[in-house]
């Protein structure tokens, strides 16, 4: 399969790599737009250009350059953004929220080895807080 500038480069899985039109079928160089390490084998195997031929004029130091040659302008004033903020009578809703699909989980009791509390019981018979219900009431009606 190898010709001047479609080569296979065996690593875990064997892979094309077609310097040509700056491709791999590990599809990492063109997602990221520069040679992924079989490319890179494969440039260094071939040799008639160097590597920095195949990366893409936008990762080059270069383009930073020239991207941050002009400088970045400061806020003028940032107290008056604040101020305008907060006399603005635009009013900032919540945002819309959906119910979860399926079952709400529900909250599970605590055994007292866990830690967990007793919930007092109220006696339906003679309304004292304890440890009684109706059932085993034992008061005087």
Not at 92 to 100: D, G, H, N, S, T
Not at 109 to 130: D, F, N, V, Y
Request: aromatic letters at 8%; glycine letters at 6%; a positive charge.
């Amino acid at each position: 399969m190898s010709s001047e500038t479609l080569l296979e480069v065996h690593a875990e899985k064997s892979v094309a790599v077609d310097l040509e039109n700056g491709t791999c079928s590990c599809r990492q160089w063109q997602i990221n737009s520069f040679p992924c390490s079989h490319a890179l084998a494969a440039i260094q195997k071939v040799g008639d250009l160097p590597v920095y031929a195949y990366i893409e004029y936008f990762h080059t130091c270069q383009s930073y350059i020239e991207a941050y040659a002009h400088g970045i302008q400061p806020i003028p004033n940032i107290d008056k953004f604040y101020v305008d903020a907060a006399t603005s009578s635009a009013i900032v809703q919540p945002p819309l929220v959906r119910r979860p699909s399926g079952r709400p989980k529900s909250v599970q009791m605590k055994s007292a080895a866990e830690g967990g509390t007793r919930r007092a019981i109220r006696c339906g018979r003679c309304g004292q807080l304890g440890r009684h219900n109706k059932a085993t009431c034992t008061a005087p009606i």
